[in-house]
């Protein structure tokens, strides 16, 4: 079983160190996104994070340098200046990227929305715990002090109790040496 799964569970994991980085947040692990989490809405926010990469600008870059130098060489016909072809390509590209872009940060909010709520209610937690850990601190500290009063008067106590044992002993040691 994993940290994680031992966290969700309501178990302790077996070393501290196993503890899930995102266990405060296993209370909306239920939550779904506004787009589900089938494969199709998996698939296109994957995709759209694909279309901010390198790797795909290269390849949107290396693809339409070949196209263009094959049409303007001659080694191809298929599409010809004004590359009408390839403008319908970006076109189409266009109309498709702009929603799964939109489909992947609207999904991205609703997560950083979850999350900052978890994060928000553990913050609160650590705040009320330490609060409680200041009050326990005081409530301590008041007993120590009263505890050391205590003692203090105790310690006086026994202090003037000697003195008046040593007092009597000297008294009765005076009477019995005068009747000698």
């Known amino acids: 079983m994993t940290p994680f799964d031992q966290a969700k569970a309501g178990k302790q994991p077996s070393s501290p160190e196993g503890w899930h980085h995102l266990r405060f947040h296993l209370p909306y692990k239920h939550l779904t996104s506004t787009f589900g989490d089938d494969w199709f809405a998996l698939k296109a926010e994957s995709f759209a994070r694909f279309f901010g990469t390198p790797t795909f600008l290269v390849a949107q870059t290396l693809i339409v340098a070949i196209w263009v130098i094959a049409n303007v060489t001659g080694l191809t016909k298929f599409d010809v200046y004004p590359f009408i072809l390839l403008n319908l390509a970006f076109s189409l590209q266009a109309a498709y990227a702009a929603p799964l872009i939109l489909l992947a940060q609207t999904r991205q909010a609703e997560r950083d929305k979850a999350l900052a709520d978890a994060d928000a209610r553990h913050r609160e937690e650590i705040a009320k715990s330490a609060e409680e850990r200041q009050l326990q601190m005081t409530e301590h500290t008041a ?38």
């Open 143 to 180: 007993q120590m002090a009263a505890l050391l009063k205590q003692n203090t008067e105790l310690t006086e106590i026994t202090r003037q109790l000697s003195e008046r044992i040593e007092a009597l002993t000297r008294e009765m040691h005076a009477k019995v040496l005068a009747t000698d």
